[in-house]
């Protein structure tokens, strides 16, 4: 299976800034998913980003708040915007390696907002 | 859309002792179902999985089962040991790693001594 890549693993940011996690993967994927884990919750689907084409936001995400890149098949990246207290949560990359396959997780971005 | 319900919340068993999570999806396209453990500060940890072609599938002590007319499916852990306490997640997609993945709520398991 695919070897993920998370960077940073955790961080402290300021209210009203800015965060962008990066996702690095040891192969080309089609799909990768991006997901939030709010503390102590599930895993949430913010958006699908493929590779050539604008990612697909889920209902209660939009791209104003969540812009995410995938300039290549190894590599994306999720930006929080105009971060709040809110917005402290694990973020989590996934990939998708077709039908016949299963899902593998990054180790997580811990996000602390103060 | 899909929605994973997931039982129980938590669940405390002795070492050694066998435990049982249980969840129900909606959404009768689903056809793939993992299980996925996730210890603290890190990220979820594929154990196991099943399609909807298979009734049940064991790995060593690990195994799974899955009754498509009640749209349901369980994580079977025989033989407890401390370091299988984590969290436990099921999910359910339509054609494995090429859709997305819903998850149930989780499962605290702790095995004490």
């Known amino acids: 299976s695919a070897v993920i890549s998370q960077k940073p693993s955790r961080d402290i940011c300021q209210r009203g800034t800015s965060l962008t996690i990066q996702c690095q993967v040891d192969?080309?994927?089609?799909?990768m998913f991006w997901y939030r884990q709010q503390p102590g919750q599930s895993l949430t689907l913010i958006a699908t980003?493929?590779?050539?084409?604008?990612?697909?936001?889920e209902s209660g995400f939009v791209i104003d708040k969540f812009p995410i890149s995938r300039p290549n098949l190894t590599f994306s990246t999720l930006t929080v915007s105009n971060m709040s207290p809110e917005d402290s949560s694990i973020y989590l990359c996934?990939?998708?390696?077709?039908?016949?396959?299963?899902?593998?997780f990054g180790s997580g971005t811990r996000l602390t907002v103060v | 859309g899909e929605n994973v319900e997931q039982h129980p919340s938590t669940l405390s068993v002795q070492e050694g002792d066998s435990a049982v999570i249980k969840c129900t999806y909606s959404?009768?396209?689903?056809?793939?179902f993992p299980w996925y453990k996730q210890e603290l500060g890190k990220g979820p940890q594929l154990i196991i999985d099943?399609?909807?072609?298979?009734g049940e599938k064991k790995d060593q002590r690990i195994a799974v089962t899955l009754n498509k007319t009640a749209k349901h499916f369980s994580l079977h852990i025989t033989e407890t040991q401390p370091e299988d306490s984590a969290v436990y997640f099921c999910?359910?997609?339509?054609?494995?790693?090429?859709?997305?993945?819903?998850f149930g709520t989780g499962t605290q398991l702790k095995v004490e001594l």
């Open positions: 996934s990939v998708g390696q077709g039908a016949d396959y299963g899902y593998t």
């Open positions: 099943i399609r909807s072609n298979v």
């Open positions: 959404d009768s396209a689903s056809n793939y």
């Open positions: 980003a493929n590779q050539g084409s604008e990612a697909t936001y």
């Open positions: 999910a359910a997609s339509r054609g494995g790693g090429g859709n997305k993945l819903t």
């Open positions: 192969s080309q994927v089609t799909m």
